[in-house]
Every structure is written in C-alpha cells, then in structure tokens.
C-alpha cells in the first residue's frame, strides 16, 4: 500500500504551491494544513479609486476604468491529499501547478515563442509597478506593491519587496531556503532595511549566483 506522508511533509507542499499562485498575484483567503481557498481579481472598490482619481486631478481614471473592466473574482481550491498529490479545485495536477490556459498571441504551435510573450508581459508589469513605486510611495504601499504576501488587486508582475515582507515570503526568490530567509529578516532587522540587491547580497552576504534572480524581482521601498 501506498505510504503516507508527514504532515510537516504535507504542509510544506502545500505552501510551496501557495507561494507558486501568489508569485501570479493570488491571495489566500482560508487555509488549513492540507487545503487552501485563494482568489485573483475581485470587487472594485469604486470609492477608494474615486478619491485617487479627485487627488491625482484625473490620472487614475484610466486604471479605475481597466480595474473595473477586469476586477471579475475567481477562485482556487487547493488541496494536497495524505500521499502528497496536489488537486486543484478538485482536480490531481502534476508538481508544477494546475494547467494554465495557453494565452492568445502565436500560432499554437509556437510554444517557445507564447513562452517568451509570457514572460515579456510580467516583466513589463514590473517595470511599470517600479516606475509607479518611485512616483509615489504611498500609492504604492497602497496598492501593495511586492506584496504578494497580502490581499490586493494590483499585478506587479511578481515584486518582492525585500524591506517588508515576511521572511516566508523570501523563499520565492529561487534559491532562498527557508533558513535564508529567516537569516535575510534578521539581518534586515538590524540594519533597518535595504536600498537595492547589491546591498542586500553585501550586507546578508548571500552568495553571487543569488543575485540575477534577487535583481529582477525585488524592489526595496523605504
């Protein structure tokens, strides 16, 4: 008979595709040791974008608009049995995820190419939500920028903010083990936050191939 697994062993597969749908801006809203309830997308909160557009003298209304175009909530279950296979929405998925639906640009075929579209796309988003946090902070504390760690509906295109996330979230940075992380925070802690990666792969003396992945998807806002 099949063998069972841990829960420690069971949990920790769980979170791991938590992070996974959460680096794609899902949040969590409802967790359990083998189950999860997340959702993307959601009510637009037309008051809070009414007052950003009143003080912005009108600049926000073309992303109020888009927002309340795309602010449709979906849903995702996400469970892992005793023998540690992942259902989403009540579906097996192989260790990578759910199936993602193939987006629309290339010839169907072309399977590298809607690869390289994809990923041109998020680093798009995140160039945008960097320009958006050096305009102005405070908006972009509140559309949570490199937060994927809190409910929100604004898509950075997978930030990480290095200077106030949890030492959990870390662990999305490829190669940040979980002990890392917990040593980054620390580290963090001490010396009051950090301005850019070169300064953080200095100051936590993280090692040189860290860095590339570190630079492409943290922003450090004050």
């Known amino acids: ?12 597969i769980l979170h791991n595709a938590i992070m996974r749908q959460a680096a794609m801006g899902w949040r969590v809203q409802a967790q359990s040791d083998t189950q999860a309830v997340m959702s993307s997308g959601g009510q637009v909160n037309h008051v809070v974008h009414l007052l950003i557009t009143i003080f912005l003298c009108g600049l926000w209304l073309p992303v109020w608009i888009i927002l309340a175009l795309t602010g449709n909530e979906k849903r995702l279950t996400i469970t892992v049995d005793p023998y540690g296979v992942l259902l989403y929405n009540g579906r097996p998925v192989t260790p990578l995820g759910p199936p993602m639906p193939i987006p629309p640009g290339p010839p169907p075929g072309n399977v590298n190419a809607q690869a390289v579209a994809a990923a041109n796309q ?3 988003l ?8 050096a305009a102005d902070v405070v908006l972009a ?8 760690d809190l409910p929100r509906q604004y ?3 997978g930030l ?3 200077n106030h996330v ?4 870390l662990t999305l940075f490829s190669g940040v083990t979980p002990e890392l992380a917990e040593h980054i925070a620390a580290v963090r802690e001490h010396v009051g936050g950090f301005s850019s990666a070169e300064e953080l792969a200095a100051t936590a003396d993280l090692h040189p191939d860290l860095l590339p ?8 806002l004050p």
Do not use: N, S, W
């Not at 008979?1 to 069971?10: E, G, K």
């Not at 504390?141 to 994927?148: A, D, S």
């Not at 992945?213 to 450090?220: D, G, N, Q, S, T």
């Open 1 to 12: 008979m099949r063998p069972t697994l841990p829960p420690d062993q069971l949990r920790a």
């Open 122 to 124: 998020r680093r798009d």
């Open 126 to 133: 995140r160039r945008k939500a960097r320009d958006q946090a």
């Open 141 to 148: 504390r509140e559309l949570r920028i490199g937060r994927p």
């Open 155 to 157: 898509d950075d295109g």
């Open 160 to 162: 990480i903010d290095v």
């Open 166 to 169: 949890p030492a959990q979230a």
């Open 213 to 220: 992945e570190i630079a492409e998807y943290a922003i450090f």
